[in-house]
């Protein structure tokens, strides 16, 4: 069975200043990866994903993810984060079955 | 652009009543999902479904059906709606098992 770990329900942070959210899983079988972000009033967006080859992946607003197999980890990271990233963030792992399984999400909040 | 829409943003109806929700998507996507959130719960899956008239059970089933009897919609049936219903609810297709899922915004239903 798969699961995943989001250790950090609220994370703020000064607006320029880096950022990371950090998100374990396990899962006895290979996995896919994903960072889905939501807006406030709106669905869950994908912001990137891992499926296979290079392990780290980046998305087109400036967040990169590093998949790192013998740590379990998928940590999603930003060097100058902007008040337009204040969102909810969800990592989720995908193993095997048709399913998708879902962190508990955190809370980026970018203070002026 | 993948386009999941629900038909209702907000709902209320009382304890007791039959509940409709309805999804479509318009890319022609074998597989759906209906998830609820809850704070400090993330997304729990409550069914899915990779073709017409099949479905699955997610994690939470208890106290709720689904229907599929055309590709593109998506419909979940609260029988009898109870207070613990009260919840946001996202619908989310995909192209095949492994792909992104893509979200509608949401229904935020209240069960008084």
């Known amino acids: 069975a798969q699961s995943v770990t989001q250790l950090d329900s609220q994370v703020p942070v000064f607006e320029e200043a880096p950022v990371e959210l950090r998100c374990n899983y396990s899962?006895?079988?290979?996995?896919?990866l994903f960072w889905y972000v939501q807006y406030p009033n709106q669905g869950l967006q994908l912001l990137l994903k891992?499926?296979?080859?290079?392990?780290l992946v980046e998305s087109i607003n400036g967040f990169e993810a590093e998949f790192n197999k013998s740590q379990t980890s998928f940590h999603l990271r930003k060097p100058s984060v902007h008040i337009s990233d204040t969102a909810e963030y969800f990592c989720?792992?995908?193993?095997?079955?048709?399913?998708?399984?879902f962190g508990t999400g955190t809370r980026l909040t970018v203070i002026p | 652009d993948v386009k999941v829409t629900q038909s209702s943003r907000y709902l209320v109806k009382r304890t007791g009543e039959k509940v409709f929700l309805e999804c479509v998507q318009d890319?022609?996507?074998?597989?759906m999902f209906w998830y609820r959130q809850d704070p400090g719960l993330g997304l729990r899956l409550i069914y899915f479904?990779?073709?017409?008239?099949?479905?699955e059970k997610g994690d939470i089933p208890e106290g709720y059906s689904v229907s599929r009897e055309k590709k593109e919609r998506f419909s979940l049936i609260l029988e009898s709606a109870s207070t613990n219903q009260t919840s946001m609810y996202l619908c989310?297709?995909?192209?095949?098992?492994?792909?992104?899922?893509?979200f509608g915004n949401g229904t935020r239903l209240t069960v008084t």
């Open positions: 890319m022609d996507h074998e597989n």
């Open positions: 989720a792992v995908r193993g095997g079955a048709n399913n998708l399984f």
């Open positions: 479904s990779y073709d017409v008239k099949m479905k």
């Open positions: 891992y499926l296979s080859g290079s392990t």
């Open positions: 899962s006895s079988v290979s996995v896919y």
């Open positions: 989310a297709s995909s192209l095949q098992p492994n792909s992104p899922l893509h």
